[in-house]
T-cell receptor, first 114, second 112 residues
Framework: AQSVTQLDSQVPVFEEAPVELRCNYSSSVSVYLFWYVQYPNQGLQLLLK??????LVESINGFEAEFNKSQTSFHLRKPSVHISDTAEYFCAVSENNAGNMLTFGGGTRLMVKP | DTGVSQDPRHKITKRGQNVTFRCDPISEHNRLYWYRQTLGQGPEFLTYFQNEAQLEKSRLLSDRFSAERPKGSFSTLEIQRTEQGDSAMYLC??????????FGPGTRLTVL
């Protein structure tokens, strides 16, 4: 069975500082990897995904994540955060050819301070 | 493309009552998923449909829970004899190409 671990439940950071949100997964088969963002009392919005190809993927608002198969990681990074990035971030994995059900990590609350 | 919609957005009920939630997926998305998210946790998979067929159910889906997708379009999730432990956000998602789930705004259930 697959599992996802987000090592940090909360990450406080000052505005314009860089940030990394860590995600590690375990699976015995090849996987698809996702980062979703959730604002208070809202659903999940897709931030970025890795399905195949280049291991470095980017979002339209400056986030990037790199799939590292040997480390079984998919850490999320942004070189300079904004107040508006304050939210809960979830890493998720689905196993290829297995119904696409997502297994989520526990989430990381990013708190950007002025 | 209007996105995934869910109704109601909030539901407050008394313990023992039955509740039903509705999810409308993005049109032409054949797969539809239900998840439950409790406070401070990541979402957990409940069940999914391929068109009208329910293909998998999680162990989290007790006998009090039932989901349907009768015409392969919208889906309903019913909880019978609600318990306080059922209080959570219920999220619906549909699968777009390629292999990516798009989520609705969720239904927040509070059982008093």
């Amino acid at each position: 069975a697959q599992s996802v671990t987000q090592l940090d439940s909360q990450v406080p950071v000052f505005e314009e500082a860089p940030v990394e949100l860590r995600c590690n997964y375990s699976s015995s088969v090849s996987v698809y990897l996702f980062w979703y963002v959730q604002y208070p009392n809202q659903g999940l919005q897709l931030l970025l995904k890795y399905l195949s190809g280049s291991t470095l993927v980017e979002s339209i608002n400056g986030f990037e994540a790199e799939f590292n198969k040997s480390q079984t990681s998919f850490h999320l990074r942004k070189p300079s955060v904004h107040i508006s990035d304050t939210a809960e971030y979830f890493c998720a994995v689905s196993e290829n050819n297995a119904g696409n059900m997502l297994t989520f990590g526990g989430g990381t609350r990013l708190m950007v301070k002025p | 493309d209007t996105g995934v919609s869910q109704d109601p957005r909030h539901k407050i009920t008394k313990r023992g009552q039955n509740v039903t939630f509705r999810c409308d997926p993005i049109s032409e998305h054949n797969r539809l998923y239900w998840y439950r998210q409790t406070l401070g946790q990541g979402p957990e998979f409940l069940t999914y449909f391929q068109n009208e067929a329910q293909l998998e159910k999680s162990r989290l889906l007790s006998d009090r829970f039932s989901a349907e997708r009768p015409k392969g379009s919208f889906s309903t999730l019913e909880i019978q004899r609600t318990e306080q432990g059922d209080s959570a956000m219920y999220l619906c998602a549909s699968l777009g190409s390629p292999d990516t789930q798009y989520f609705g705004p969720g239904t927040r259930l509070t059982v008093l």
